[in-house]
């Protein structure tokens, strides 16, 4: 078992009612990680200070209110010169040839001070080193006392900082599969609250994929020991709605009303304090200064937005740092909604556009899962994994435009109100996209009537032709002249 001194910030700041009540929290969220991680964890309180003995180190840098920590080894002493002595022990040939240095912090009633300490500590070891450098030196040495307990360490490893997960209060986020909205919930649940989760899929159960690999990697290394709830609505109906009836003017818009006020029905009911967004401002067409207000419109409860002024490489760079970073990509839904997404709306044109939305529908598809069903249920027997079928229907769903300036040989040109009236169930149906939400759209619908349809993009289709080429089987046709 190895000693850790665990350090926090914010926590230390408040009254003391307020400050134990997070301690104990902390305390219970480390425990609970190392339990079901199957490691033992032994910790208490000690000025200002968590101490945790445990097995290696894992957890601690995933836990939410942790500043720092260090592994540490603890004495007993009386006397300036013990101190020194153990030093001596401990570091001499840790510091042998290099430069160091040595930082004291002391709690309790002793004949030196910590200046002392440090002058004492530094002469003892000045001999055999390289020198002392107070700035940046090779080794530091660390030298905590608390009465008669001196801990020595020379190694301070980041926390995620922030507060204890479930020392606020709770919100529901609304988390794609994407980039933005897992950090923006992660960046909430550091802060102490604890986010549920809301996912609106467009090609259920395809897109379960992508928000799954992402959202497990948010739960599995920042909140095992606080699983959300994951709310999946089957918005499938307003693709129906939107694209191929064509009901509404404002879709890119109207969609994100649509998940608003969903998320609304669910925080009233269910006790949440508000939502949390993936929102940047301006980074995308729906989040317009304009569009923003036009989306909030009615909402009556909070919405936070904690991404609102981070550019998208800041965004992109938190995902890779936190590991969210998604490794699939099916695009955005503005590419179902709209081939020229409306960047200024107002919100009485939203208004109009929800009076075509079947709200009852959407809010009773609503089912809740944990992050272990999900992973048990999804599955990608919808995606093409190998050859196209030498008698498979082929749909290209991409614009006309793109068709026509290279397509798959023999394919067909679709757009998704054609394609879901395909009702032969004695054909195989391969149909591309560019990005695969389109695609994976219309095989799941196809698919739930019956019919045997294949979900994949124009790069996959092109990278398996690319693959026959020696053989000279390639079916792309070339670009028009």
């Not at 910030?9 to 009254?15: M, N, P, Q, R, W």
Request: net charge neutral; hydrophobic share 35%.
């Amino acid at each position: 078992m190895t000693l850790y001194i665990v350090r926090y910030s914010e926590i230390g700041l408040k009254g003391d009612k307020e400050r134990k009540r997070m301690e104990n929290i902390l305390i219970k969220n480390i425990n609970s990680y190392y339990r079901i991680k199957g490691w033992n964890a032994d910790c208490r309180i000690m000025s200002g200070h968590i101490l945790v003995e445990a097995e290696n180190d894992d957890p601690l840098r995933y836990i939410m209110g942790i500043k720092s920590y260090s592994p540490a080894k603890r004495f007993r002493f009386e006397t300036l010169d013990d101190l020194k002595e153990i030093a001596v022990a401990l570091y001499n040939e840790k510091v042998k040839g290099k430069t160091f240095g040595v930082r004291c912090n002391r709690i309790g009633t002793h004949g030196f001070t910590s200046l002392d300490v440090e002058k004492g500590v530094g002469d003892a070891l000045y001999g055999v080193s390289a020198g002392v450098n107070l700035k940046n030196p090779d080794v530091w040495i660390h030298v905590d006392i608390v009465g008669k307990d001196a801990f020595f360490y020379d190694t301070v490893i980041s926390g995620p900082g922030g507060l204890p997960l479930g020392s606020e209060g709770r919100y529901l986020a609304l988390v794609s599969g994407g980039i933005d909205s897992p950090v923006a919930a992660w960046t909430i649940m550091k802060r102490g609250s604890p986010c549920d989760i809301l996912f609106c899929s467009l090609s259920y159960p395809v897109d379960l994929l992508p928000f799954v690999d992402v959202v497990s990697k948010l739960i599995e290394r920042w909140a095992p020991y606080r699983k959300p709830k994951i709310y999946v609505a089957d918005c499938r109906p307003l693709i129906r709605t939107m694209v191929v009836e064509g009901k509404t003017r404002y879709s890119n818009v109207t969609f994100k009303r649509v998940i608003y006020k969903l998320a609304e029905s669910i925080v009233l009911k269910q006790g949440y304090n508000g939502i949390v967004t993936g929102e940047s401002l301006g980074q995308v067409s729906s989040q317009t200064a304009e569009n923003l207000r036009a989306i909030e419109s009615g909402i009556d409860v909070p919405v936070l937005r904690p991404l609102i002024g981070m550019d998208k490489d800041e965004v992109v760079e938190m995902a890779r740092s936190i590991g969210t970073f998604p490794t699939r990509n099916m695009g955005e839904f503005c590419s179902l909604f709209a081939s020229h997404p409306i960047i200024r709306s107002r919100p009485e044109d939203i208004d109009e556009d929800m009076k075509h939305i079947d709200m009852n529908e959407i809010e009773g598809s609503v089912r809740i899962f944990d992050i272990d069903d999900l992973k048990g249920m999804i599955n990608d027997d919808f995606e093409l994994k190998g050859s196209v079928p030498s008698d498979a229907v082929i749909i290209d769903l991409r614009p006309k435009s793109m068709y026509q300036k290279d397509h798959v040989q023999n394919s067909v040109n679709m757009t998704i109100g054609q394609a879901l009236q395909i009702d032969d169930r004695n054909k195989n149906y391969v149909i591309y996209c560019s990005m695969g939400l389109q695609s994976a759209y219309v095989a799941s619908v196809l698919r739930n009537r019956g019919v045997n349809a294949y979900y994949t993009t124009y790069k996959g289709i092109k990278k398996r032709n690319s693959e026959k080429e020696a053989d000279g089987t390639a079916d792309i046709d070339e670009p028009a002249k």
